[in-house]
């Protein structure tokens, strides 16, 4: 996709929240989804970015609607696909299923929690669900806990 972005004169970006970038790395249970919203609008503003498109899936659309409210004015559009939308004063915890939810309620002895075997519960299947689960990292439970302003 990006090849042929170019080739049309668009460019194109993939990014990932701090913390994954490098597949094996884990964020470190300090981080939430602020640290993630600022890193998205430090990556628009600093490489001054316009027209931008921001797109989500699943807990990222926590975090592209935060980053939208404070660079709005760069941006041409917004995708969320199978995304949350945080209304305010919400957590992911409270928009998610109860196993989910206890799940990361017995999560804070680390901090973290890992999901292995979560999409495979939800359809995907096979080599594809083999893949995703070995590429599944410790998630930041305050990522789920802190609540938008």
């Not at 964020?27 to 600022?38: A, E, K, L, Q, R």
Request: proline residues 6%; glycine residues 10%.
């Amino acid at each position: 996709m990006a090849d042929s972005s170019r080739l049309a004169g668009i460019g194109w970006s993939r990014r990932r929240s701090p913390g994954w970038a490098s597949g094996r790395t884990c964020s470190p249970p300090t981080w939430d989804f602020d640290t993630h919203i600022t890193d998205i609008v430090n990556v628009i503003h600093w490489e001054e970015l316009s027209d931008a498109v921001l797109v989500g899936h699943s807990y990222a659309g926590y975090v592209v609607s935060g980053a939208a409210e404070q660079i709005a004015g760069s941006l041409k559009a917004i995708g969320l696909l199978d995304a949350f939308l945080p209304g305010t004063d919400s957590a992911m915890i409270d928009d998610t299923t109860q196993g989910l939810r206890d799940a990361i309620n017995a999560a804070p002895k680390t901090g973290t929690i890992a999901l292995p075997g979560f999409l495979r519960r939800r359809s995907l299947l096979g080599s594809d669900a083999d893949w995703v689960d070995e590429l599944c990292t410790p998630h930041p439970v305050k990522t789920y806990t802190d609540r938008t302003p």
